[in-house]
Nanobody, 123 residues
């Protein structure tokens, strides 16, 4: 059973920055990419960003392009999400995900989820 553990969430003012981290216990044969989703209260979980296992391709939701950056450390077991110029509408629980697809990730193809970390952006 793969475990994904996120950290780095918190409270920040609009315009500020946060960096989320996700440590994976292992990669499986079905892991083609890793990424981030978020879920705000009363809303569906939505795709934020992803990076394929080779690190050669990154994909972003339109709402975060130019502000967020997804990356992975050399050993490939730690995933990051650098979030800059945060807005109140970025407030959500952010989830790390291990996926069996690349590009814009979809929830049916997620192999494993992290437990989530809260990001709150005040106006």
């Amino acid at each position: 059973q793969v475990q994904l553990v996120e950290s780095g969430g918190g409270l920040v003012q609009a315009g500020g920055s946060l960096r989320l981290s996700c440590v994976a216990s292992e990669r499986t044969i079905s892991t083609f990419a890793m990424g981030w989703f978020r879920q705000a209260p009363g809303k569906e979980r939505e795709f934020v960003a992803a990076i394929d296992w080779s690190g050669s391709r990154t994909t972003y939701a339109e709402s975060v392009k130019g502000r967020f950056a997804v990356s992975r450390e050399n050993a490939k077991t730690t995933l990051y999400l650098q979030m800059n110029n945060l807005k109140p509408e970025d407030t959500a629980v952010y989830y790390c995900a291990d996926s069996s697809e690349t590009g814009r990730l979809t929830t049916p193809r997620i192999n494993y989820w992290g437990q989530g970390t809260q990001v709150t952006v005040s106006a």
